[in-house]
Nanobody
Framework: QVQLVESGGGLVQPGESLRLSCAAS????????MGWYRQAPGNQRELVAT???????NYADSVKGRFTISRDSIKNTVYLQMNSLKPEDTAVYYC?????????WGQGTQVTVSS
């Protein structure tokens, strides 16, 4: 059974930083493009960042220059370093693992940016 377990969310003030982590169980990590998506109340889930098996990153325009995605193949973990956070970054952040054959989601972690 595949599990994606997120951690690292919380409440921060504008301009502060957070790092999200997502640990993947099973044997999918080495095969998957890993990613982070987010969903704010009343909005659709949107892409934040992805990273391929060959560590090529891709970012939404809204987070370029502020967020960094990375993966650790030893720990089977993907990270999202979020700097210079803004109130509009407030959302539930979901970890995703996908290939051409499957697509898995984590349970989500809340990030709230507020003064």
């Amino acid at each position: 059974q595949v599990q994606l377990v997120e951690s690292g969310g919380g409440l921060v003030q504008p301009g502060e930083s957070l790092r999200l982590s997502c640990a993947a169980s099973g044997r999918i990590f080495s095969l998957a493009t890993m990613g982070w998506y987010r969903q704010a109340p009343g909005n659709q889930r949107e892409l934040v960042a992805t990273i391929t098996r060959t560590t090529r990153p891709n970012y939404a325009d809204s987070v370029k220059g502020r967020f960094t995605i990375s993966r650790d193949s030893i720990k089977n973990t993907v990270y999202l370093q979020m700097n210079s956070l803004k109130p509009e970054d407030t959302a539930v952040y979901y970890c995703n693992a996908q290939s051409s054959l499957w697509n898995y989601w984590g349970q989500g972690t809340q990030v709230t940016v507020s003064s």
